[in-house]
């Protein structure tokens, strides 16, 4: 079966650093995404990594490693604003190269 | 660039009565479009996949006969929730994706259309 793991809930302080961690198992991999979610809005693109390493992009990195089904979101400088849900997906190889999501860690951000 | 709308952003309707929303790419040419549903505290669950000219694929255990999609257009689906019952209130969402631009490998989403069925 396929199934991505990634915790329910994280607390963090204002200003700090938090890393939101994801594991996989999927039957084909081409990328693995992470999205950003507030309350009653859309998902936003934050991430894509398709190879291993670190992807980084201002405040926000992604790292992924293929051969332990593994990805995780690092958020610097942590601000209040960035309290939402963080979800992970990975695209499958099929045709149709449909995103399976996991279920999305909350992060509460406190000051 | 890439922006996708969802119309209505949010309906309430009586039970039994059938919506309709809608999901336009602004700015550029989709092949393929996704819609997805979400309950309270619950991730995205992809409903359907719908290519332009075809048939939508349904993912298991949803049924094509009440969830109907259209992709007439590369820039226009549309998702018909028929005789629908309190259990169908959701927000579902939509996403498209830009084939020619290069990005192949972004899903851009509608900003997502509230349904409540009274």
């Known amino acids: 079966g396929q199934n991505i793991d990634q915790p329910t809930e994280m607390t963090a302080t204002e200003g700090a650093i938090v890393q939101i961690n994801c594991t996989y198992q999927t039957s084909g991999f081409n990328g693995l995404f992470w999205y950003q979610q507030h309350a009653g809005e859309a998902p936003t693109f934050l991430s894509y990594n398709v190879l291993d390493g670190l992807e980084e992009k201002g405040r926000f990195s992604s790292f992924l490693s293929r051969s332990k089904g593994y990805s995780y979101l690092l958020l610097k400088e942590l601000q209040m604003k960035d309290s939402a849900s963080y979800l992970c997906a990975v695209r499958n190889a099929g045709n149709n190269r449909k995103l399976i999501w996991g279920l999305g860690t909350s992060l509460a951000v406190n000051p | 660039g890439a922006v996708v709308s969802q119309h209505p952003s949010w309906v309430i309707c009586k039970s039994g009565t059938s919506v309709k929303i809608e999901c336009r790419s602004l700015?550029?040419?989709?092949?393929?479009m996704f819609w997805y549903r979400q309950f309270p505290k619950q991730s995205l669950m992809l409903m359907a996949t719908?290519?332009?000219?075809?048939?939508?694929?349904?993912e298991q255990g949803v049924e094509k006969d009440k969830f109907l999609i259209n992709h007439a257009s590369l820039t226009l689906s549309t998702l018909t929730v028929t005789s629908a019952h309190p259990e169908d209130s959701s927000f579902y969402i939509c996403?498209?994706?830009?084939?020619?631009?290069?990005?192949?490998?972004?899903?851009?989403f509608g900003p997502g259309t509230r349904l409540t069925v009274t």
């Open positions: 700015d550029f040419q989709a092949t393929t």
């Open positions: 996403s498209a994706r830009d084939y020619t631009s290069g990005n192949l490998y972004e899903q851009y």
């Open positions: 719908s290519n332009e000219g075809s048939k939508a694929t349904y």
